[in-house]
């Protein structure tokens, strides 16, 4: 039986039996091994396109399936997958990660395969991009990553108060500097979000595109897995195909969208600016939830005939 085969749902289980049940999987398909108290690290052997991932213990138990991300691709297209999980957010920012990935690059792993994608979010999202330093050749797909959070880089960034104490500086430590001889990396990142913005800016290679995710707010990955996006992009940027133009197109769903047109509605209603929160619930009467958007256009018809 392979990894394609057997998809566990993991859904409803207490952390400690969650833990022993990934074990179990990575046993029985590849591999599964603690990395000290606050890391740990699956392997799904099923093909020649490894998708590694970078995610943490409690985005991984939100999901349905309370299965990794890239688990999804392991059955529906035989990737393989190497998923690195951490206890929060410790922007993986631990000696025993470094250790295992020094062994992999020792070993050759990564060149076991055809196609490779490092893949992350937010504090995954830099871990992403530093850590895809030890396949060179490999893609990196960011949602939103910081570059670093070194307080004399980054000091602006007040988000993360606790990540002072942390060592950003020694290994596999500047973003920007660790994907040099990535093939391309693609970073996502909503613009009105200064400080993330201020972070995919830090990433100036030439092999990198910044695709925006205007008004998306502070977390586009929830409105791109809303649209039903999120596997579309691991896809596209596996391909090699996540250029600007394609991911513009994937991005016109936004506006068929109901969640992403009523954060919009709201956005613009908060700037003061009600003619343009109309056009958008025009828009919204469209969508499923029109009767929403009509009584939001009363609402602003009576607005304006009150002032």
């Not at 070194?150 to 660790?178: E, H, K, L, V």
């Not at 991005?251 to 958008?280: I, K, S, T």
């Amino acid at each position: 039986m392979t990894a394609a085969d057997a998809m566990p749902d993991l859904s409803g289980l207490e952390r400690d039996d969650w833990f022993m049940r990934l074990d179990a999987w990575g046993e029985d398909e590849g591999h599964f091994e603690r990395l000290g108290p606050a890391h740990a690290d699956l392997f799904l052997d099923a093909g020649r396109t490894l998708l590694v991932t970078f995610e943490t213990v409690e985005e991984i138990r939100r999901r349905a399936d309370a299965r990794p991300r890239g688990a999804e691709f392991c059955a529906r297209l035989g990737w393989s997958l190497r998923a690195f999980i951490s206890d929060g957010d410790t922007w993986f920012r631990d000696p025993a990660v470094w250790g295992t990935f020094d062994r992999l690059t020792d070993d050759g792993f990564f060149e076991d395969f055809e196609r490779v994608l490092f893949f992350g979010i937010g504090a995954c999202g830099y871990a992403a991009a530093a850590l895809s330093v030890a396949a060179p050749g490999a893609r990196v797909l960011a949602i939103r990553p910081q570059a670093t959070l070194t307080p004399a880089i980054a000091g602006w960034d007040r988000r993360f108060p606790r990540t002072r104490r942390m060592d950003f500086t020694s290994r596999y430590a500047y973003g920007p500097d660790m994907i040099d001889a990535a093939e391309h990396v693609d970073i996502v990142v909503d613009p009105s979000v200064v400080p993330d913005a201020i972070h995919a800016a830090l990433f100036t290679r030439a092999n990198v595109t910044v695709h925006r995710t205007t008004w998306a707010g502070p977390r586009p990955e929830a409105a791109l897995d809303q649209m039903d996006l999120g596997a579309a992009l691991i896809e596209a940027a596996m391909a090699g195909g996540l250029t600007g133009v394609g991911f513009a197109r994937l991005w016109r769903a936004r506006r068929d969208n109901p969640a992403y047109l009523r954060m919009l509605v709201r956005r613009l209603e908060a700037q003061g600016r009600p003619g343009f929160a109309h056009r958008v619930c025009l828009r919204g009467l469209t969508t499923r939830d029109r009767a929403h958007f009509a009584r939001k256009i009363e609402e602003l018809a009576a607005m304006a005939d009150a002032g």
